[in-house]
């Protein structure tokens, strides 16, 4: 397909790379390159949402409060964005980073960064993935798509698709297809989350509830995948007396990172607790102390 | 699947859409997908006509995205947070039921959902003169029920009027006609529930489970589904007009024995707050039988797990006495 001289520009000229996103979470050399797909994969309540909205800010915060100043698409599948409580991790980041106190321009700025969209059917989010290709090259700073969630419209597809197989998963593959294509054209990165619909249960092992069940365009595209689950505490307290404790203990999450690097298979484990200023990743001391209060 | 239709944009005529049709484009996701330049030679068009007519229709089409300052602006101006009336509650729910979001209630039978659902409902109606919608799936609402924790409110039989007017009542038994009052009230029923008295500030679906968990299970996919679309419709209409959503659900237990909402793992990541209704089971409960425990089980502002006992006879109030409970009978018609 022809382009003009400037989507041509706009296509070769060097994006963002995202890979020291979070050394925490992606220790050494194994962060997320230019054209890598991260999913964020676990059951309700394992952190999956806060830790996309800890890489969102990063992302958007002035390189002066620890960010990386780089534009963002966030796709809405599910209208699960929450925008006021987004809104007070990046206020208490910038106020922790800047002496002279956050004021409402550097928060306005940082929300200039972010590109909001709602998508409310597969079909409309194949349309706005072609749309938002006139935006990838208007906007060289554009280096990162969330997607939140991609397996929103799974139920709804594989009822629309009848008995076949490939007509269910035909419009995600289309999407994930595109997908392949703006990674491989613009070199920017993706992170979706994806729901888990099958909890680990008596019957089945766990290794059955991990696996992916979106369609294979989209498995193979993906690079990593961080599937994340949740601590519970502890369940022998007696409701009275335990009240303020339950309280006081924090909630650990632990995420388990997979991805391939030249062909082997390497994989490590992060945990973090939720704060009233995002995500706190704990170190492995930490972690243990934490376990033990358990 | 938006099918291609004569006349759609500029430049789409008769012609040109048998043309499309013979080559095997018959939607506009086919359209907007597939290779410009070729089409134009197989269909005989000119290029600039048709990549004109695919601009066209991916702008009338696909969703514009907004800026984060703006979004943010907008929700800051409308964002409301409703009290439940019950101070124990809104501690759990930090401070009431947020607009724009589904929050939900499970709790086995007989604890206490449809008294809390006609509490909420009776506080916003009464105290913050607001209209509420009230979806009964189940048959157990009672107006005269409503009617005793008003007058326990007021004693003037005109404001207990007036806020009993302003409690909208929608009574249906399958979840086709869920969908379609779902869908009826964001076409415009919304407002012409908002002429009488303060604008729609809540939906009450009582309960969701009762319409849904009859189609799980079994092999086919349908009711998951309709599972999914019922959540966007309520999704939906809790964002554009800004009402809270809250949704009753039932309980189940889990393969290690202990209670879980219902429903399944799908439904799961749809509420943005689930609270877990039970009773109390201790001796200082037996001389308060309306004594009940709520417990937060997913929540994006509060640590999860944290307790409050509340009473479920606090929206009526009174020196009656052991009235509260519409189990016990003596005030049903």
Redesign the interface.
Known sequence: MSESGAQLLARLEARRCLKDIEPRLFPEDRGPDQGAVVELFGLEGTGKTELLYHLLCRCVLPEAAGGLEVDVVFVDTDYSLDMLHLVSILDSKLSAALLAGADEAALRSCLSRLLFVHCYSSSQLLLTLHFLETTLSSRPALALILIDSISAFYWVDRCEGGASYTKQEEKLSRCAELLGRLLRDYRITVFATCHAIRRPGVSSSSSDSERSYLCRSWQRLVTHRLLCSRQEPGNNMAAEGGHDQEQRRQQIFTVHCTTFSSRVKVSWSSSFCVTEAGVEFLSASEENKCAARQ | ??VLREGMCPGLDEDLLRDLCAADIKT??DL??S???GLAQKCSVSYKALFAIRRVL??Q?????????D??EE??SS?AILSTGNPSLDKLLDSGLYTGEITELSGGPGSGKSQVCFGVAVHISYQLKQSVIYIDTTGGLAASRLLQMLQAETSNTEEQMEALQRIHVFRLFDVYALLDCLYSLRSGGLQQASVGGGSVKAVIVDSVSAVISPLLGGKQ??G??????V??AL??M??DFNVAALVTNHVTR???GEVQPGLG??W???P?TRILLERVEKAAAVSQPSLR?AKL??S??Q?????EEFDLQWWSRSEKGSSGKRKLGETDS
């Open positions: 699947m938006v506009v996701e907007v997908s290779d410009i330049e991916l702008a089409h696909t969703a514009f995205p907004v800026s984060g300052a979004l943010y929700l800051l964002t996919n349908e998951m589904s309709l599972m999914i679309q959540a966007g999704k939906t809790a964002k889990s393969g290690s793992v799908s799961s990541h749809i943005r425990s089980i997913k994006s502002r640590p999860c797990h944290i307790k």
